[in-house]
């Protein structure tokens, strides 16, 4: 989240004691910076001839849910990192299961109009190609609901775990002898759908080509290799020096787990960093973009 900086009062203290000038200040600055943005949320809705614009499909956010309490509360700070960026749009929460309110239920009690269901999902696989169209297909007529791609593959994506790496104590800058012996593995849940493989690997590319080591994708349950054995693979090349980054959207028993098994060192999940808010309202935009599908037409009777 955005913080301004505080204003500081270089001047010395008069001899009644500190000054509260710098204080003053900071929330004076504090308070217009916050009349502005909602000042400007409000013109943003409304058209040059003074009229109200339309307000723009609700964006909802397709989580998994997770017995883990800290899923739920990385997703909740992901929602307002959103909401930063873009104060007018109407963002609801609805999960595919474990945690409430469940996807059907955020449909059902939605406003009239369209909505856009973004999966908080990093790739196809099940859910994204059954569970959440299913959902959107049953939701009450007067919702007109549109579904995202998934988040991934998509460089945002890289530019996030890249930060986790670096958070973690990955070097940016690094010897030639030091690259020679380091690797990645990239960590995630896993998936039976063979397409899921395939985002996973291309992700995996493109962070092996930000990090100038290799990178070896590695999954928690349902897809091989497991996060041991692609560890053993990196060993075998001579990368001693390897890695886990976490390819999860929020801490959880998974994530915990790929972790614990990081020789070195292991990176964060995803989680609520700027540039995955970015990367759900750019799925968002991107949904509204695409054309819809004209409606089927009966064939007239000759």
Not at 253 to 280: D, K, Q
Request: net charge positive; with cysteine.
């Amino acid at each position: 989240m955005t913080a301004s900086n505080p204003l500081r009062d270089e001047s010395p203290a008069g001899p009644g004691g500190p000054t509260l000038r710098g204080t003053h200040l900071d929330s004076t600055a504090q308070l217009m910076n916050r009349i502005t943005s909602q000042l400007g949320s409000q013109l943003s809705l409304v058209s040059l001839n003074g009229t109200r614009r339309p307000a723009p499909p609700t964006l909802v956010l397709v989580a998994h849910g997770s017995r883990d309490p800290r899923t739920l509360s990385t997703v909740r700070v992901l929602i307002e990192r959103i909401r930063e960026l873009r104060p007018h749009l109407p963002v609801r929460l609805g999960h595919i299961e474990l945690n409430e309110p469940l996807l059907p239920d955020t449909l059902a009690s939605a406003d009239p109009g369209e909505a856009v269901l973004v999966p908080l999902l990093l790739s196809r696989g099940h859910h994204v190609k059954h569970d959440i169209p299913e959902a959107a297909a049953a939701a009450p007529d007067v919702v007109r609901t549109r579904v995202a791609a998934p988040l991934g593959p998509h460089p945002l994506l890289v530019e996030t775990l890249y930060a986790r790496l670096v958070e973690a104590g990955w070097r940016t800058r690094m010897s030639d002898a030091a690259r020679r012996s380091s690797g990645v593995v990239l960590a995630a849940a896993g998936s039976r759908d063979p397409d899921a493989g395939v985002d996973t690997r291309r992700t995996a590319q493109l962070l092996a080509e930000r990090l100038g080591v290799p990178v070896v994708p590695a999954y928690a349950s349902a897809a091989t290799p497991t996060v041991s054995a692609a560890l053993r693979t990196l060993a075998a090349r001579g990368r001693h020096r390897v890695a886990v980054a976490s390819y999860f959207t929020a801490p959880g028993r998974f994530a915990t787990e790929c972790a614990a098994a990081a020789p070195w060192i292991a990176a964060a999940p995803l989680g609520a960093h700027p540039a995955m808010a970015r990367l759900v309202l750019h799925r968002y935009d991107q949904a509204l973009a695409t054309p819809e599908p004209a409606p089927e037409r009966a064939l007239a009777s000759a």
